[in-house]
């Protein structure tokens, strides 16, 4: 049920479930406009990306939406709190989502924009909008090494839990907290870890509550570190790293868990004529109303700050639809409450 007459033109399209987009929906939902949003696959996929046991580095009052407590027993949420919650907000409000449900094209035609997307079915489904909210994240687009052995079947960019690698030899590549505490995890779960990086040392802010802990399990001997390493290539058996020094060494690895981020899908966006700079990955759009260089389609969440992924989080990336809904309706958006943050990976 698409709740939706075929010949019903929305206020607006969210393109995005996800924590941003469901907060842009109930923006626009608490304007009186009529709104839809598609994903294309669950509410809130991208957390379902994280790993199993992950606790989130910010309080729950930070990630709540629209205005519906996040209440917790503990001072910072689990992932399945967040699952949880982000269910229950979806619930409350009321939100008209469509899950499983890919959008393929944004078109103007006319006084709308035809968003065009296809069920997992292969249904393909056409919906009128007047505006359309793009906030896709970036969990689907891992950066690459574009290496040799990079798509064998034991090596992922994404991390779960180490239960598969006990008693195994695992490889984790990367220099910030997700590597870090995929190495932890996986020597806790009784595995033989090495982390390589390509740097002298972590190249990003490390948790406090981390990096003790990974060093000590370091100078133990536990965790073995491959600094200032590259990795060449990925064969059924072995990771060949490459010094800076160009001297190579192998390591055997059963598993090898690529911690390299991910970068922003823009994709959809340039397919509707929206610039992006080619350096930063930034889709070009007034920062005041979150507009973009095509009028009527708006970008909401971490889609906004391109390829610097730690610019936007949950905690500032759910206002984005306040003042994309004030540019719709003419109306002062809310002023957003000043947040501090570490930067986390």
Same mark, same amino acid.
């Given at each position: 049920?698409?709740? =939706?007459?075929?010949?019903?033109?929305?206020?607006?399209?969210?393109?995005?479930?996800?924590?941003?987009?469901?907060?842009? $929906?109930?923006?626009?939902?608490?304007?009186?406009?009529?709104?839809?949003?598609?994903? $294309?696959?669950?509410?809130?996929?991208?957390? +379902? =990306?994280?790993?199993?046991?992950?606790?989130?580095?910010?309080?729950?009052?930070?990630?709540?939406?629209?205005?519906?407590?996040?209440?917790?027993?503990?001072?910072?949420?689990?992932? !399945?709190?967040?699952? +949880?919650?982000?269910?229950?907000?979806?619930?409350?409000?009321?939100?008209?989502?469509?899950?499983?449900?890919?959008?393929?094209?944004?078109?103007?035609?006319?006084?709308?924009?035809?968003?065009?997307?296809?069920?997992?079915?292969? /249904?393909?489904?056409?919906?009128?909008?007047?505006?359309?909210?793009?906030?896709?994240?970036?969990?689907?687009?891992?950066?690459?090494?574009?290496?040799?052995?990079?798509?064998?079947?034991?090596?992922?960019? !994404?991390?779960?839990?180490? #239960?598969?690698? @006990?008693? =195994?030899?695992?490889?984790?590549?990367?220099?910030?907290?997700?590597?870090?505490?995929?190495?932890?995890?996986?020597?806790?779960?009784?595995?033989?870890? +090495?982390?390589?990086? @390509?740097?002298?040392?972590? &190249?990003?802010?490390?948790?406090?509550? *981390?990096?003790?802990?990974?060093?000590?399990?370091? $100078?133990?001997?536990?965790?073995? *570190?491959?600094?200032?390493?590259?990795?060449?290539?990925?064969?059924?058996?072995?990771?060949?790293?490459? %010094?800076? &020094?160009?001297?190579?060494?192998?390591?055997?690895?059963? #598993?090898?868990?690529?911690?390299?981020?991910?970068?922003?899908?823009?994709?959809?966006?340039?397919?509707?004529?929206?610039?992006?700079?080619?350096? /930063?990955?930034?889709?070009?759009?007034?920062?005041?109303?979150?507009?973009?260089?095509?009028?009527?389609?708006?970008?909401?969440?971490?889609? *906004?700050?391109?390829?610097?992924?730690?610019?936007?989080?949950?905690?500032?990336?759910?206002?984005?639809? &306040?003042?994309?809904?004030? =540019?719709?309706?003419?109306?002062?958006?809310?002023?957003?409450?000043?947040?501090? %943050?570490?930067?986390?990976?």
């Amino acid at each position: 049920m698409s709740g =939706q007459r075929a010949d019903e033109t929305l206020d607006v399209v969210v393109v995005g479930a996800g924590p941003c987009g469901l907060a842009a $929906a109930i923006s626009a939902q608490n304007a009186g406009l009529g709104t839809l949003v598609l994903d $294309a696959a669950s509410v809130v996929s991208s957390i +379902t =990306q994280y790993p199993t046991y992950a606790t989130f580095f910010s309080t729950a009052e930070k990630l709540a939406l629209g205005g519906l407590p996040f209440i917790i027993a503990e001072s910072k949420p689990t992932r !399945r709190d967040a699952l +949880t919650y982000y269910r229950a907000v979806v619930r409350h409000f009321g939100l008209l989502v469509r899950q499983y449900e890919r959008v393929d094209s944004i078109d103007r035609e006319g006084e709308a924009f035809v968003v065009r997307s296809v069920r997992r079915s292969g /249904t393909r489904i056409q919906t009128r909008a007047r505006a359309v909210i793009v906030a896709t994240g970036y969990w689907g687009s891992p950066n690459l090494l574009n290496i040799l052995g990079e798509e064998l079947p034991h090596v992922t960019h !994404r991390y779960r839990e180490g #239960h598969d690698a @006990f008693q =195994q030899r695992a490889v984790v590549v990367g220099g910030g907290n997700s590597a870090a505490e995929a190495a932890l995890d996986l020597w806790r779960a009784g595995a033989q870890v +090495t982390l390589v990086h @390509f740097g002298p040392s972590f &190249d990003k802010k490390i948790k406090p509550w *981390v990096l003790p802990d990974f060093t000590n399990r370091v $100078a133990e001997g536990m965790i073995g *570190v491959r600094w200032n390493s590259r990795v060449a290539a990925i064969d059924p058996e072995y990771v060949t790293l490459r %010094r800076q &020094d160009n001297t190579t060494e192998k390591l055997r690895a059963d #598993h090898v868990f690529l911690m390299t981020g991910f970068a922003p899908n823009v994709e959809l966006l340039q397919r509707a004529g929206v610039t992006i700079d080619a350096s /930063t990955g930034i889709p070009s759009h007034n920062p005041a109303t979150l507009e973009t260089d095509v009028p009527g389609i708006f970008v909401a969440g971490v889609v *906004v700050a391109g390829y610097d992924a730690n610019k936007v989080f949950i905690e500032n990336g759910r206002f984005h639809g &306040d003042a994309i809904v004030a =540019q719709l309706t003419g109306r002062q958006p809310p002023a957003p409450p000043v947040l501090s %943050r570490e930067l986390d990976s």
